[in-house]
């Protein structure tokens, strides 16, 4: 659980050329992920990174960087949507004022929307807008029936596959709000198969996932086991993305806000990474391992990272 305060602008660049740098060998593909780099004291400015401090191994092997930059400036563009599990309780009305309160507050370099998990699809209110003020119109009551989601991560697949935008050089992220019960695989497995399609449909879109864990209705979460199974299967798409997993025990959470506060800090100080890589043939989602050397800053980087043939590079 993270209580951090402050509530961090939301910055990003501009990215002139392609991210990618055309691979110089043949067999090579080439990546690129967004990687977190907080700083550990939660009021310090955010944190300068250089690339020599950044080390990338895919599949276990040494890779090699061909862009890092941190995504501060306020001209580019910051892409979320917040993904609202349909079968959450109705109580989650409440928060909404939190909720507001963040999408308001944001800079108008970041195009938000909001959708809800229906049937294994993302339903979206509206597109993606910078209009904050239009947006928090189309935010409305989860149904609140048992099971209405089918599987959270059945929407957060829907969602990659038909991401509302095709601009790839803006950032992707996603706040799933959802109790992260998988209806379809009711015991804990952290080789879910319907979680690890999630992941690698993540990853070839390029989101960065978050979630806030809030308890839906139904039998499902009346018990410790399928709760605490919910919120392990959510902390590991988190990390499997680069994003980060929010909870207070196994109830719902009193507020909100510092959920938000945090993710508006972790915008504020990402960086994004460009690779080579030996390419297995076809484009593929790889194992990544992101190190930084910088005792001052913790980081959070996609364990996985799709991997494509450079004339593929930027490709939607």
């Not at 990687?35 to 276990?60: F, I, M, R, S």
């Not at 507050?105 to 209009?131: C, K, Q």
């Not at 990659?160 to 959802?178: F, G, L, N, Q, Y």
């Not at 890589?277 to 593929?284: M, S, T």
Request: charged fraction near 20%.
């Amino acid at each position: 659980m993270i209580r951090p305060s402050g509530v961090v602008a939301i910055a990003a660049v501009i990215l002139i050329a392609s991210p990618f740098a055309r691979a110089q060998n043949e067999g090579e593909g080439q990546g690129r992920v967004i990687v977190t780099a907080l700083p550990k004291q939660n009021n310090a400015p955010p944190a300068a990174v250089p690339q020599q401090d950044v080390q990338v191994e895919v599949n276990g092997k040494k890779a090699q960087i061909t862009h890092w930059q941190p995504l501060r400036s306020p001209d580019s563009t910051v892409e979320l949507v917040i993904l609202i599990d349909d079968s959450a309780r109705a109580s989650l009305g409440r928060e909404f004022s939190d909720i507001t309160h963040f999408v308001q507050t944001l800079p108008p370099n970041v195009r938000i929307a909001f959708a809800y998990m229906e049937n294994g699809r993302a339903v979206m209110s509206g597109p993606l807008s910078a209009d904050h003020a239009k947006v928090v119109q189309q935010i409305h009551l989860p149904i609140g029936g048992p099971g209405i989601s089918a599987s959270p991560y059945f929407c957060l697949s829907d969602l990659a596959k038909h991401w509302p935008s095709e601009d790839r050089t803006a950032r992707r992220e996603v706040m799933m709000i959802t109790d992260g019960v998988d209806r379809y695989e009711m015991r804990y497995d952290p080789d879910d198969p319907y979680v690890q399609a999630a992941i690698q449909d993540s990853a070839r879109a390029g989101l960065v996932v978050y979630s806030i864990y809030w308890r839906s209705e139904g039998r499902a979460d009346r018990s410790w086991y399928e709760n605490n199974a919910g919120q392990n299967l959510l902390l590991q798409l988190a990390q499997a993305t680069g994003g980060n997993s929010y909870w207070e025990g196994m109830g719902n959470p009193v507020t909100l806000q510092p959920y938000f506060e945090d993710l508006s800090r972790r915008l504020n100080n990402q960086f994004e990474l460009s690779f080579t890589a030996p390419l297995r043939g076809k484009a593929d989602v790889e194992s990544l391992k992101v190190k930084v050397s910088n005792s001052s800053v913790k980081v959070s980087a996609p364990q996985q990272a799709y991997v494509v043939p450079g004339e593929m590079a930027g490709q939607p």
